[in-house]
C-alpha cells in the first residue's frame, strides 16, 4: 500500500483506504454470518443497495409538492398491499384446509393486487411528473446523512427478518438461492421504481459530512494552513475531505469491530459456535436453532447495510445500474475466505487486501500484458485484443486467489483461534 | 374470428416464446440437477460454463462463416456446435481434475463445494471476458423464421400475425431430442443406470462395484454437453453477452428447485413452469383482450400485471412459494 502511494498519488491510496475500510465492514457483517453461524449468504448486494437506498430517502430533501400529488397515495397503496398480505396470511392460518380457503385467499390476492394497482398507478404518475429531469421523486427527509447510517443497517435488517423468516429453517443451499434472488429483487425495485429514488436515472448531489473542496479552497484558515505545511491547497483539499471521510469510516469500523469481538467472546459466541459445528447436538442442548441463526442473519445484514450506506454518502450518488453481484456479493465473499472465516480481525484484514488487489490488478494486468506483447508489431490484433483485455484479468485472478487459499490455507491468512 | 385472432396473438406473444424460453431454462436446470444428484452441491459457475460453452461455439461459426461453411437455411452456429460441446468438456474436465477432485478426495462438506464453484465461477467469467470481451454478441445467420407475420397473414387472413422463429424451432426439437437420448441413457443404458444407483445411494453404488470416477466423469461430460447446447440455443434465440449468462444462473436454479433437485424430470417441468409465468405475467395482455372481451369493456392501460423488468422477482416468488408449501419441489427430490 505504501509502494502504491509513491508510485501513483497519496490521493488515490486515501480513495483506495475508504473503499477498502467499506469493504472491510461488509466482510464484517459476512464473517459474523458464515464464520460464527455457518449462514451462506450470497445476498449481500441487496442489503448494501438497501442501505444506499437509506442515505437517499434520509438526507435529500424533499420534493417539492410530491407528497401532496401522490405520496400519500403511494402510502396508501402500500399499505393496502401489506393488508393484503396480511389478510391472506390470516385465511391461511385461521381457516381449515379445503378448496374454499383456496378459493378465499385467491379472492383476498387477486382483489388486493386490482385495487393496489388502481391506487398506485396514478399516484406514481403524479409524482414522477414533477420535475422528472431534476427530481420526479419523493425525495427524502433532509436530515444529516450520517443517521442514514444506522437507518440503512435498519432496513437491511428489516428485509433480512422477511428472509430469514421464510428461507431460514430450510436447507443451506436454499438459502443461498433466496439471498441471491431477493438481491436481484431489491436492485430490480430500486431501479424501476423511480417515484423512489429516480431508478437508473441517478440521484446525484448527496449531502456530505465532509465540507465540500471548494469551500476549503476559499477558506482562508485551510489557506493558511496549508501554506504554512507547504502543500499546494487544492490537492490539501480533496486529501483533507477523504482523510474526513477516512476518519469516519475508521470509526465506525471500530465500533463495529469491538462490539462483535465482544459479542463473539460471550456465552452467546460460544453459543453460536456450537449450533455452527453441530446443529443436531446443540438442538439437543435446548438451544433454539432456527432463532439463533435468524438472529445472526438479521444482525450481520444489518451490518452490510451499513457499509452500503457509508459507500453511497461516500460516492455522494445513488446508481443502482453499477450494483453488479460480482462485485458486491462474490467479492465480499472472497475478503472473507481469503482473511479468515470465523475471525473478525482476518475479516477486517482480507477487506483491506482484496480491496487493494481489486483495484490493483488492473494496472498490474496492463503491465504484464505490455510486457508480453512487448515482441510484438504495433497494430498486430493479438497484441490489440490482449492490451484491452487486460481489464478482465480482474475477475480472473479473484477466482485464482480464492481458490489458492480454499487448497493450501484453508482457513484464510488469520485463521480461527 | 375474434377468438381466433386472440389464440393467434396469444401465442405468437406467450405460448411460442415460452416454449422457446422453457427448452433452454429446462436444458440448463437439468445440468444443475445432475450435478446436484450426483455430485452433491449447487454449481454457481453453472451459467458461465454455459456461456463459455456457447463463446467456444461463437468462435467456430465465426470461423466457419469467414471460410463461408453454412448449412443453407439452418445457422452456422449448429455446425460449431460440437467443437463448442468438445471446447467446454475439456475445460470442464480439467476444472474437475484439477479443483473439484481434492474436495471429493476430502470429502468435503458440501457448502465448502460451493464456494469452490464461486472460484470457478469467478474464473470462467474472467475467461470468457478475456476472450470475447464482456460486449453483445450476434452470431446468428440462416434463415431467420419459419413463418414470417406477412406469410401467416396472407395464409389465413386473421388480423393477427403468428411469427415462428427459426431459432424457436431448433430450440424446441433440439430440447426434445436431446431430453429423449438422455433419459434413454439413464434408463436403459448400464451407465446411466450407475449413475442414478450413486445418486441415489452412494456407498452402496460403492459396494456393488461401481466406479465412482468413471460415474464423475460422465456427469461432467453430460452437464457440458447439456449446458453448451442450452447456453447455444438461447444466445441463438436472443444474444450472446457473458453478464446475461451469469444472471440466467436464478432461474436455472429456481426451475431446478422448483420441480426437485435432483430430479431430472423435475428439472423440466419446473424450466417451463418458471418460463411460462414469467412470461405470462410480464406480457401486456391487452392485445389478446382487445379481442376477447365485449366492446364496453376494453382495458385503457397495458394490462401488464408486473413490468418486464420485473421476471427475476416472479421466478424468485414461485420459488419461494414452493419452498414454503413444498419444500422437496413439485417432483419430489432430494434434500440433504
Not at chain 1, 38 to 50: E, Q, R, S, Y
Not at chain 1, 173 to 202: F, P, Q
Request: glycine share 10%; with cysteine; proline share 4%.
Amino acid at each position: 500500500m505504501l509502494a502504491t502511494g509513491i508510485f501513483t498519488s497519496w490521493n488515490s491510496v486515501l480513495f483506495i483506504i475508504n473503499f477498502g475500510l467499506i469493504s472491510a465492514v461488509m466482510a464484517l457483517g459476512v464473517n459474523l454470518q458464515w464464520g460464527f453461524a455457518g449462514l451462506f449468504n450470497v445476498g449481500i448486494m441487496g442489503f448494501v443497495a438497501l442501505g444506499g437506498l437509506a442515505t437517499v430517502l434520509v438526507a435529500m430533501p424533499p420534493t417539492q409538492g410530491a407528497w401532496t400529488a401522490g405520496g400519500l397515495g403511494i402510502l396508501t397503496a402500500l399499505l393496502m398491499g401489506a393488508a393484503t398480505v396480511a389478510f391472506a396470511v390470516l385465511a391461511y392460518t385461521r381457516l381449515t384446509l379445503g378448496k374454499l380457503r383456496t378459493l378465499i385467499i385467491m379472492g383476498i390476492l387477486i382483489s388486493g393486487f386490482v385495487f393496489y394497482r388502481v391506487v398506485f398507478d396514478p399516484a406514481v404518475d403524479a409524482v414522477e411528473a414533477i420535475n422528472p429531469s431534476l427530481e420526479g421523486y419523493l425525495g427524502g427527509l433532509n436530515l444529516p446523512v450520517l443517521i442514514a447510517w444506522p437507518i440503512g443497517g435498519i432496513f437491511a435488517a428489516g428485509a433480512a427478518w422477511l428472509i430469514g423468516k421464510t428461507a431460514l429453517g430450510l436447507r443451506s443451499d436454499y438459502l443461498a438461492i433466496a439471498t441471491l434472488g431477493i438481491a436481484e429483487i431489491i436492485i430490480a425495485i430500486i431501479k424501476n421504481e423511480d417515484w423512489l429514488a429516480r431508478g437508473v436515472k441517478n440521484v446525484s448531489g448527496l449531502p456530505r459530512p465532509a465540507p465540500y473542496e471548494v469551500d476549503l479552497q476559499n477558506d482562508l484558515g485551510f489557506i493558511q494552513m496549508t501554506d504554512r505545511l507547504g502543500i499546494d491547497p487544492i490537492l490539501a483539499s480533496t486529501l483533507f475531505v477523504k482523510l474526513i471521510y477516512a476518519v469516519l469510516f475508521i470509526a465506525v469500523l471500530a465500533i463495529l469491530f469491538v462490539l462483535l469481538q465482544r459479542a463473539v467472546n460471550s456465552p452467546w459466541g460460544r453459543m453460536m459456535r456450537a449450533i455452527r459445528d453441530n446443529e443436531v447436538a446443540a438442538e439437543a442442548m435446548g438451544k433454539d436453532v432456527t432463532a439463533r441463526h435468524l438472529q445472526v442473519f438479521v444482525l450481520g445484514s444489518a451490518i452490510c447495510g451499513i457499509a452500503g450506506a457509508m459507500m453511497t454518502t461516500l460516492d455522494g450518488q445513488l446508481t443502482p445500474g453499477t450494483y453488479q453481484p460480482l462485485r458486491f456479493t462474490f467479492l465480499i465473499w472472497v475478503m472473507v475466505i481469503v482473511g479468515g472465516s470465523g475471525n473478525n480481525l482476518g475479516a477486517v484484514l482480507g477487506g483491506l487486501l482484496i480491496w487493494w488487489l481489486w483495484v490493483m490488478v488492473e494496472p498490474l494486468g496492463l503491465g504484464v500484458m505490455k510486457f508480453i506483447t512487448s515482441g510484438m508489431t504495433e497494430g498486430y490484433w493479438l497484441k490489440k485484443h490482449l492490451m484491452e483485455s487486460a481489464a478482465h484479468m480482474r475477475l480472473f485472478t479473484m477466482g485464482l486467489v480464492l481458490l489458492l487459499v480454499l487448497r493450501f490455507s484453508p482457513n484464510g491468512l488469520i485463521p480461527e483461534k | 374470428m375474434d377468438l381466433l385472432n386472440a389464440l393467434v396473438a396469444l401465442s405468437n406473444f406467450v405460448l411460442i416464446p415460452a416454449i422457446a424460453y422453457g427448452s433452454q431454462l429446462a436444458l440448463g436446470a437439468l445440468g444443475v440437477t445432475l450435478i446436484y444428484g450426483i455430485l452433491r452441491f449447487s454449481n454457481f459457475a453453472h451459467g458461465d460454463t454455459m456461456a463459455f460453452g456457447t463463446m467456444v461455439t461463437v468462435l467456430f461459426t465465426w470461423w466457419f462463416q469467414s471460410k463461408g461453411i453454412t448449412i443453407g437455411p439452418l445457422p452456422t452456429a449448429l455446425l460449431a456446435l460440437p467443437f463448442g460441446i468438445m471446447g467446454c468438456i475439456i475445460l470442464i474436465l480439467a476444472t474437475d481434475r484439477i479443483i473439484y477432485r481434492f474436495y471429493r478426495v476430502q470429502r468435503a462438506k458440501p457448502v465448502i463445494f460451493v464456494i469452490v464453484s464461486l472460484g470457478v465461477m469467478f474464473i470462467m467469467n474472467g475467461i470468457v471476458r478475456f476472450v470475447i470481451g464482456p460486449n453483445d454478441q450476434r452470431f446468428l445467420d440462416g434463415e431467420r423464421f419459419i413463418i414470417s407475420v406477412r406469410n401467416f397473414k396472407a395464409l389465413t387472413g386473421l388480423q393477427e400475425g403468428l411469427a415462428i422463429k427459426t431459432t424457436q424451432g431448433l430450440t424446441v426439437i433440439t430440447a426434445i431430442i436431446v431430453v429423449g437420448v438422455l433419459f434413454y441413457f439413464l434408463n436403459h443404458t448400464r451407465t446411466g443406470k450407475s449413475m442414478r444407483a450413486y445418486s441415489d445411494n452412494e456407498d452402496l453404488a460403492l459396494l456393488s462395484g461401481i466406479n465412482p470416477d468413471k460415474v464423475v466423469a460422465i456427469t461432467w461430460l453430460i452437464v457440458a454437453t447439456l449446458a453448451t447446447i442450452a447456453g447455444v440455443l438461447y444466445g441463438l434465440d436472443k444474444s450472446f453477452k457473458p453478464f446475461t449468462y451469469f444472471q440466467l444462473l436464478l432461474p436455472i436454479f429456481a426451475a431446478a428447485i422448483v420441480g426437485g433437485l435432483g430430479n431430472p424430470i423435475g428439472a423440466i417441468a419446473g424450466g417451463f413452469t418458471i418460463a411460462f409465468s414469467e412470461v405470462t405475467i410480464t406480457y401486456a395482455w391487452k392485445k389478446v383482450a382487445i379481442y376477447v372481451l365485449p366492446e364496453g369493456l376494453k382495458p385503457d392501460g397495458l394490462v401488464q400485471l408486473l413490468s418486464t423488468d420485473y421476471k427475476f422477482a416472479v421466478s424468485f416468488a414461485i420459488l419461494l412459494i414452493v419452498l414454503l408449501f413444498k419444500p422437496t419441489g413439485l417432483f419430489s427430490g432430494k434434500s440433504v
